[in-house]
């Protein structure tokens, strides 16, 4: 079963409007999640790291101020797509990995697909 | 440079047919991990294997398997047996270093086909 949770699935709305995507990991503690964006048939480009109690650590090239992140709790980080655009249209996706040791994997959400009309 | 190189955009294989999937990486890092994720048209991200720098023998889970050669910094996914439910985008991904919160960083992907 899925071990870690992403709300909404789909998001449709107008331009200008701040959209919330949350991302719980379900049965364990996730000091460290990932937020990530893809585009239609290209790859995964990382965009921050969800640090829980301090602020994220934000990849070249990424708006801090329009891509807010949150991490309040050992299971649940949010990203906030402010003021949102079409250009901001795209799937988003978080991970987080579960339990210590470099093979561990990192668990992904079922994805957030945005649409900015 | 790229991290991670999947040089096959799109792959067909028959049904029960094996099909083999390439990665080549680049770091300066002795510890590194490689893994493969399954993308189905849907847009979660399955894992299906992992492969440790440190890591002797090739890494096995059920249908698939990574042909691992260090030397030649590749880590080639393997699907034997191949099923209609495997079409779908094929991700190899790095992580640098043993931390767990180390981020990982995806290939191009790789687009399969699976025919009857």
């Known amino acids: 079963g899925a071990v870690v949770s992403q709300h909404p699935s789909r998001v449709i709305c107008k331009s200008g409007t701040s959209v919330k995507i949350e991302c719980r990991s379900l049965d364990f503690q996730a000091t460290t999640m990932f937020w990530y964006r893809q585009f239609p048939k290209q790859s995964l480009m990382l965009m921050a790291t969800s640090n829980e109690g301090s602020k994220a650590t934000y990849e070249q090239g990424v708006e801090k101020d329009k891509f807010l992140i949150n991490h309040a709790s050992l299971t649940l980080s949010t990203l906030t797509v402010t003021s949102a655009h079409p250009e901001d249209s795209s799937f988003y996706i978080c991970s987080a990995p579960r339990g210590q040791g470099p093979h561990q994997p990192q668990h992904f959400g079922d994805g957030t697909r945005l649409s900015i009309l | 440079a790229q991290k991670i190189t999947q040089t096959q955009p799109g792959m067909f294989v028959q049904e029960k047919e094996a099909v083999t999937l390439d990665c080549t990486y680049d770091t300066s890092d002795q510890s590194y991990g490689l893994f493969w994720y399954k993308q189905p048209s849907s847009g979660e991200m399955i894992f299906l294997i992992y492969q440790g720098s440190y890591d002797e023998q090739n890494a096995t889970e059920g249908r698939y398997s990574l042909n691992f050669q260090k030397a030649r910094k590749s880590a080639n996914l393997v699907i034997s047996a191949s099923q209609l439910g495997d079409s779908a985008m094929y991700f190899c991904?790095?992580?640098?270093?043993?931390?767990?919160?180390?981020?990982?960083?995806f290939g191009t992907g790789t687009r399969l086909q699976v025919t009857l």
């Open positions: 991904a790095m992580r640098e270093g043993t931390g767990t919160a180390s981020k990982l960083t």
